[in-house]
Structures are given as C-alpha cells and as structure tokens.
DNA sequence: GCTCTTTTTTTCGAGCCTCGAAAAATATGT
DNA sequence: ACATATTTTTCGAGGCTCGAAAAAAAGAGC
C-alpha cells in the first residue's frame, strides 16, 4: 500500500514541486511560483532562498525589465545550468547519438555516428555508447562538470526496472544489461528507455499547449512504435516498457509481421509492409531487413505522381493506422496524435485512407477532433526526451533531498 | 500542475492511510498499521485515539485472544459500522436494485426488482430509483442511519464527472442526469458509474491476492463491457467512463453491431451476436434487442450437445474475445482476466478458441501465464463495487478531514 | 504467588514545517 | 518628496511527526 507521509517528506516535496515549476516556466518570480504552487509566500521564499543557497536555482541579474509595473519589481528565478549535468543515449538501427546536457537543457556537446548495430556484438555494442559518453563528457565544453544521470532511448522493449534492453530489431542480441553496464563504467545511475516513450516525453516539452495531459505519439518507420500519455503520465507496461501499437491486430490471419505472428498494424504501415505491397510481393513474404530514407522517399514521389501499387500501399498504411487508432480510442479518450518519423514525411499518402478507416470504427466518433501533427526527424526529439527524463528525475529526487552528498556527479570522462 | 502539500494536509493523508489500512484488513492493531503505513508508534497512537473519539473506528472488544504469545496482547481495531451508511443503487436493463450499506460494508437493507427499463420514460427512470432508495432507507435496519453517500451503477457511458449517463443500451434516453436529479432528491454526493468498472473494483474487495495492481474484468452479456484496474488504480477515459472493450474492431467491414458500427468484438462475442451466427442469420441482420437466460442456456446447451451452428458461434466469439484481448495484451501487459457474466456460464464453450487467438498475437506471447476466472452472476459484484466505491470515498474525503459537519449526512428516507 | 521478560501502547519534549501578519524593500505616479 | 502599489522577507504561532522513555498487560520461570 501507498506510504503514510512523514514529517521530513514534506519539504522534499515541496522543494521538488518548486524545481518543477522553475523548470517548466523557465524563469519565474517567487510570487508566480506561489500561485502555481499554491503555497504561502513565506513557504516559498524559505524554499527558494535554500535552492539558491545550495545552487540549484539563481536570480537571473539580466533584469529584462517585464512590464513596468508600479510596485517593488519581480524578481526572476531560473535555473543554474551548472548545478548539474546529464548525458542522452540514442541508439538506433545503425545509429548512435550522445547529447551532453546542462542543468537549464542546453546541449553543451554532442555526437553522432553511424555504424553497423547488426554486426556489432553485445560487447561491441556497449563499448560504443561508453566510448562515444567519455568523448563527449571530456570535450573542453563539457570539462569539469560532473554528470549525474545517463539516459539511453533504444528501439524495442525494456525491462520494468529501466535497467535492460529485453528485445531490440537493432541486434539479433537480448537482454543487453545496458543500465548495470553502463553503471558500471560511470558510476552514475543510468535508465534504458523505450525510443517513442522519450519522443512522447519530448513533445510535452516541445509543446506543451498542444501535447498536456493526453496524446500519443506514432512514430512511423521500418517499425511501428507508440508512445502514450494519460492523465498527464506515461503510460507504460508495469512489466515491460509499453505500448506495442504496432502488434495490435488489424486482420486476423493477415499479413506477414516482421514479428513472425500475421496481421498486425506494423504489417500494413512499417516502411517494410508498404514496400512490399507496392512491390506487389505477397503479403506472405518476409520482411525485408531495412530500406533507406531515399528509397522510401523515392516511393512516396511515385505514389503521389500517379494512382498505382505505390499509392494503394500507402493507402493500405493508412487503413491499417485507422483501425489500429480507432481501437485505441475505444479504449481510451481521442488525443493529439504526433506522426513522427520517416513515414511522417509521406503522410499527405497515409491521411485520407486513415481518416476513413478510423469513421468507421466506435474510438473514431468525434474523428473530426482528432488533430494530427507531424515531424519527420525523430531523433531530436528522442534526444530531448532522454535529456528531460533524467533532468526531471534529479529535479525529483537527487535536488529535492537536499543532501549535499548525492548532487556530487562523478566524472565520467 | 500538482499542487504542493499544505501543513494541514499531512493530517488529512495521514488520517485516510490510517482508515484505509483498517479497511482493508478489517481488524489491525496499532503496531500492524504502523508497519503498513510506515508511520510511527506515536503518530498512529495519536490518529486511532482521535478516530476512535470521533466513532469512525473502534477497539474490538470480543477479544479474540489470536495467538497466545508473550507480552502485552495487540488490541484489535477495526471499523465502526455505525460512522456512516451508503447507498448502492444498480440500474441494468429491465432490473433495479438498491442496497443500504453500513460502514463496515455490510447490507443491512435490499431489494431489487424487474421493471421495462426500455418502456420507462427519464422521469419514471429516476423515479423508481429514487422511490426503491426512500423506501429502503426507511426500513426498521436502516432507521435512523443517515446516508453520506450514493452511487449509482448503470450499463453505458458516463461523463467524465461521473454525474449523468451521456448513453445507456437500456433506454432510448440520452444524457440522464442521474447526478443531479438524485443529489436533489437525497442532498448528499451522487455519483454515477459504469457497471464494469464497479465489477473491477469489487474484484479487488472480493479476491484481493488474485485481483490486485492489474486485471481485467470482462462483462459477457447482451453486449461486451470492459473494467480495467492498471498499477492498482481504475483506468476510465479523461472524458468518458472508459474502455469500450466490445467495441475494438476484430474485422474491419465485418458483423453489424448493436452500435451500428461493423465488425466490432462484440458483433461476434455479445449474446445477440451469438445468437444470430447459432441461427445461421447473415452478420448484416441487425442484431435483437433481447435474448432471455433461459434462451441462451438452451443455446449453450445444444453447443455442448454436438458440433453444429451453435458451437461454431461460440467459437467465432471466443476468437473475436481472444483477437480482442491480444490487441489489448499488446497495449498493456497481461494481467489476469475476470469472464463476469451470462456469457460466463459458457466460457467453456468459448475458451479453446480464444486461447488459440490469443497465441497469435503479440499480446499472447505468455497466452498460458493469462488465467482466467469466471463469475456468472455480475449483480453482487456491481453492488459490492457501487458499496465500496461510496465508502471508500468517505474514508478518504468525508473522514479524514475530521470535520464533525462533514460527517453528518442526511436522512434520505 | 511473585518476579522477570516481552510486547504493545501511550506520553512527552524536541525539532521541523507551513502559515498569516507585519515589516522591509523597491519600484511608479504625482 | 511623498503616496501608492507590489514583491519579498521576517517572525512568532500552531501543528505535526518522531524518538525515547514510561506505562500497561500479558506469559514464563521458579
């Protein structure tokens, strides 16, 4: 059962909530802060007066002079970008990125490369992202500061405890202890996270008007993957890592899934399923291992030239999602819905055959409410993702303590 | 966002963990709740003092010397029957029931009774509940109790405020607001809930270690409804009541169903459904408004009896409940699954097949980790939900704010 | 039957925390 | 300059939880 609330739990939480609100508005006063808060005004200014005290928050001295307003002016709160550090992991199929952020989210180094993750052992594979983190860590833009916490987004699924990468299309390996490793080699607590996951974590931040408490994010490549917020959290598996959008059943008995089962979403909509139907290969056939962005490009040209296999494939893409949607909205509420990735781009193809699929189904009732947007790049969102969650967990749970000790970083380079 | 914690709601919180603890073990000693809670000695001797002054709890005075063990004996506490009374009131098709609940939980007055809900106009409709809830209210067990609280569960949606049926396949009227309406009538809190979902909450109640952070709860009737309870908390829409389970699409432009929608799961798996394939109907005869117990009991029969029309109709909804909880399992992790219900009676008719259709999807990976329970009758599990949901209400608003005004309900007879 | 041991429950003072009111600080308007 | 307006800080009061110690209430041993 939840835990009865101690005495000293009390400002913890109420440090944290402050951090979250200096985080989300950027640069606040105290008197926002007790409005949003809803605490007293001495509650706050003891609190923040401790959080500035220990380097978490600072004043901004750069006094924008706001409206001129009559009255002792505000005074703005943001915050320290050095109070600590973070790294983002991205690795994806035949990519790996690495993004040093500061504590404000600015990214003060960053790489990215490509190799070849399906030759790559598991030894191979781990050695890369820690090689990649130290050289980015030691660059003269990241020196000196300690890093606290390592994100890293994969494609696939993780364990409950964030610790593992159980199954990834990236390699034939599973299991990778991608946390413990890593961990290992830093010294720093380090989480595996779910690609669409971040990219759903990524878009509150981005646009918070539009993505608040409940929307999900699609992200449409070789795979189909999902990222879901409700009520204003993540929703993901108590088990495992989450939504698998992309294996909920279009056609019983349909076509061929690279997951070996038939008739799943992904078998209709993945970079792989509308190749092969363009193609005009058989539904039956195996998926074939990865297909570039020019060549998809190349076929979306095709398809919006002229009425063929190319724009028929794209229309079975779109049905697919439709149906797929529509179940979900049975479920739960419609929600802004974030196409993201390749498959984004060739959304215009997708759009009119899943607005009709998804009329048809109970979850498409209000389908005219249904607002889609669309980001062709996923990968910077993935990055952003990554960063907030760890910054967000420090915000929580490192900072809010208030013990000296535990906002001391190691140097990981 | 969420709003920071005020020195009075310590208190509060603390109070609800206390009551909670209590209700959920029935008889605790002080030690037993400082170690669930995480609570001192001293603090849950402060707050049972102060519970047990202000009637909601009380020292168990029968004694049960437990287990004879050294030392001062642990002196039980349990809940006060008496600190407070609530309402159930269930509303299904052609049937009323209402039940008078004391604190502990236990019914101390009932009655229930057939009525042509579908003949009914809105005003009867709130009338007749309104009348069943006064005259057992005013019965000698319940006499002089007053009610804090009602719930009302009903077939269909509800809005997000759980205060009117935006629809209901029991009645051609829309938007009933049962709410207000009976709010008016009793003057103390109405809510108005969905049928499934109160079969979930009452599962918990009814088989704690079997139904705890994550199950599923699935209504077999004339239509299919869904209850789900994900990391211990009742999943409903933002909006609507929530998941519209029999309304996932299994075949896309397949059955017509009661919702004029096609190829919905329940277009295969509801009664009339079923019905319709046993008599060798097309899928595109519209489907009848009622099968009576005794009709489907027979059916069943037959499709025990010997291969024909009818055990292939149980089939065709086992393999849309089974497509159905694989796209499901695909979004959620697999929990274990409650068949509630009329359809109940024949899930031996209907699980072959759903176990093989469920072993093809994603979802079924584990298909032999999912069990399933079945319960044929849901009017005892709907009231039991309806008690439960009312009163823990209580423990946790009314109660726990220790407000003597709060607590004095009214008499609603 | 009396004392010792063990376990539960209560009591009591210390230490924090938040709050409201008042004071201090710092602008603008006139 | 002085009045006004707004933000921020200060300060004492009241409450809450905690740990330690005391009190209560049994069984165990002789």
């Not at 606040?28 to 200014?45: C, E, F, N, Q, W």
């Not at 490549?221 to 917020?229: A, D, F």
Request: with cysteine.
């Amino acid at each position: 059962m939840s835990v009865g609330i101690r005495h000293d739990d009390l400002r913890k939480r109420n440090r944290a909530m402050v951090i979250s609100a200096v985080r989300r508005a950027g640069q606040v006063s105290r008197t926002d802060i007790a409005a949003t808060t809803g605490l007293s005004h001495s509650t706050i200014s003891a609190i923040s007066a401790d959080l500035i005290a220990e380097g978490i928050l600072a004043e901004a001295k750069g006094a924008e002079a706001s409206t001129a307003r009559r009255g002792r002016p505000q005074v703005a709160i943001g915050l320290n970008p050095e109070a600590a550090t973070v790294v983002a992991v991205v690795l994806l199929f035949n990519l790996l990125s690495v993004a040093v952020v500061d504590f404000s989210g600015r990214v003060i180094a960053e790489e990215r490369k490509k190799l070849s993750t399906f030759d790559l052992s598991e030894e191979e594979l781990i050695g890369e992202c820690i090689a990649m983190v130290r050289r980015q860590t030691a660059r003269p833009a990241a020196a000196g500061r300690t890093v606290l916490r390592v994100v890293l987004a994969v494609q696939g699924t993780t364990d409950a405890t964030s610790r593992k990468m159980l199954w990834s299309p990236i390699t034939t390996h599973e299991g990778i202890d991608f946390g413990g490793r890593l961990e290992k080699a830093f010294g720093v607590p380090v989480t595996v996270e779910n690609d669409c996951n971040m990219i759903a974590v990524a878009l509150r931040w981005h646009d918070p008007d539009r993505y608040r408490d409940d929307f999900i994010a699609i992200l449409l490549s070789h795979g189909i993957g999902m990222g879901l917020v409700l009520k204003g959290e993540l929703f993901t598996g108590t088990h495992s890592s989450g939504g698998e959008f992309g294996h909920m059943v279009h056609r019983p008995d349909g076509a061929l899934c690279r997951c070996g089962r038939r008739g799943c979403v992904e078998a209709y909509a993945g970079n792989y399923a509308i190749w092969r139907s363009a193609s005009g290969a058989s539904e039956d056939e195996a998926p074939v291992s990865d297909i570039s962005a020019d060549d998809m490009a190349s076929l979306a040209a095709l398809a919006r030239d002229h009425d063929g296999p190319e724009r028929e494939a794209y229309q079975k893409a779109g049905e697919a999602l439709g149906y797929g949607l529509g179940s979900l909205f049975a479920l739960i509420d419609p929600a802004p819905v974030a196409m993201v990735g390749i498959g984004a781009r060739a959304f215009d193809l997708i759009e009119p055959a899943l607005r009709s699929a998804i009329a048809m189904t109970a979850g498409g009732q209000h389908s005219k409410a249904i607002s889609f947007a669309t980001y062709a790049d996923e990968l910077p969102l993935i990055t952003l993702g990554c960063s907030m969650r760890a910054l967000t967990f420090i915000d929580a749970e490192v900072l809010a303590a208030g013990d000296p000790a535990a906002s001391r970083g190691r140097d990981v380079a």
